[in-house]
């Protein structure tokens, strides 16, 4: 089992930058490919970037790709979100989460795939 914190999130203006973390505890973090999400309100929870265990081969949703970069450090058990270009409409609750699987270069983008979820940041972002 792993327990994952989110940190990072706050205010910010459209065009500007925020850089989520999430830290993880309680277990093997190399063995799971990681993730984010956004759940906005009124809204379904969305994938927005994943990493793989090894680190190889990120995918983005077409929404941020270009503007996000989601990178993760095996040895200090983190995995960060660095988004920049931020536009209102990526106004949400962002949510860390650990996929425990066997795949070690591709990852998976959905949510039901996922095994472990943080408690979320709010991003908001003021046009």
């Known amino acids: 089992q792993v327990q994952l914190v989110e940190s990072g999130g706050g205010l910010v203006q459209a065009g500007g930058s925020l850089r989520l973390s999430c830290a993880a505890s309680?277990?093997?973090?190399?063995?799971?490919?990681m993730g984010w999400f956004r759940q906005a309100p009124g809204r379904e929870r969305e994938f927005v970037a994943a990493?793989?265990?090894?680190?190889?081969?990120?995918s983005y949703a077409d929404s941020v790709k270009g503007r996000f970069t989601i990178s993760r450090d095996n040895a200090k058990n983190t995995v960060v979100l660095q988004m920049n270009s931020l536009k209102s409409e990526d106004t949400a609750a962002y949510y860390c989460?650990?996929?425990?699987?066997?795949?070690?270069?591709?990852?998976?983008?959905?949510?039901?795939?996922?095994?472990?979820w943080g408690q979320g940041t709010q991003v908001t972002v003021s046009s």
């Open positions: 990493i793989s265990r090894s680190g190889a081969k990120p």
């Open positions: 989460a650990a996929d425990r699987t066997m795949l070690t270069i591709t990852v998976r983008t959905a949510v039901d795939e996922y095994d472990y």
């Open positions: 309680g277990s093997t973090f190399s063995s799971y490919a």
